[in-house]
């Protein structure tokens, strides 16, 4: 997978219709889905409980683009092997998650993948200068982890200016996650994201027989981040 800062949006399935996954997948991406993210919760480190290793091996043949696998779980590490053998081309797990954050990201790498870093709302950058060589993505949370559909919070647009200088010319994804919508997008892409996650913004008003609003939804997005 080579790197771009070219806009890519990565819907997330958690929207998507959990009986049909595979045709979803197939269709958003017929639509001009660049990634397609899968929200990974343990009803632990966040209120909400989804997607298993075998549920993301089952859609991986499904996927032609880039399967974004973001691990909302704690502990982490014992995992990660396990959502490697599913196929996920990147595993972001939280910062919050674990005390040994440099070695969770060396163990993702080890598996093979690219290795992501998520932040909450409430984590500041400070803890992440150290770890700005060990990551190929740094996941700024818009919302609080756990459920879709919520309100994105305006103060994480400054964390994103701050956190694109403090990347400088490394090749590191920003990645956005939380209430992205043709309002919002436009402000964390100009403060420096790259890869926007869309759940309902994506998949609202389409269907698996009746796709077209998918490409609608993601063309807006991207035509508000151009003007």
């Excluded at 997330?12 to 045709?23: K, R, Y």
């Excluded at 892409?189 to 309902?200: F, P, Q, R, Y």
Aim: aromatic share 6%; proline share 5%; net charge negative.
């Amino acid at each position: 997978m080579s790197f771009d800062r070219s806009l890519k949006i990565a819907p997330s399935i958690l929207s998507a219709d959990f009986a049909n996954f595979g045709q979803e997948i197939e269709a958003v991406e017929a639509q001009g889905a660049d990634w397609i993210h899968v929200d990974v919760m343990d009803g632990h480190f966040v209120p909400n409980l989804t997607f298993g290793p075998p549920l993301c091996k089952a859609i991986r043949k499904h996927i032609n683009t880039v399967m974004d696998v973001h691990l909302m779980i704690s502990p982490v590490d014992a995992y990660i092997d396990a959502y490697a053998d599913a196929g996920a081309d990147i595993l972001t797990a939280h910062l919050e998650a674990g005390n040994h954050t440099h070695r969770t990201l060396q163990a993702i790498r080890g598996a093979g993948c690219k290795a992501g870093l998520a932040l909450n709302p409430g984590t500041g950058l400070e803890d992440i200068e150290y770890l700005l060589d060990m990551v190929d993505l740094v996941c700024i949370m818009t919302v609080n982890p756990g459920f879709g559909g919520q309100k994105f919070i305006h103060s994480q647009v400054e964390k994103v200016r701050k956190l694109r200088a403090m990347i400088g010319d490394r090749p590191i994804h920003i990645e956005i996650d939380g209430g992205v919508t043709p309002e919002t997008a436009p402000l964390v892409a100009e403060a420096g994201a790259d890869v926007l996650v869309a759940g309902s913004a994506v998949f609202k008003g389409g269907s698996v027989s009746n796709p077209a609003p998918y490409g609608d939804n993601i063309r807006a997005i991207k035509a508000a981040v151009a003007g």
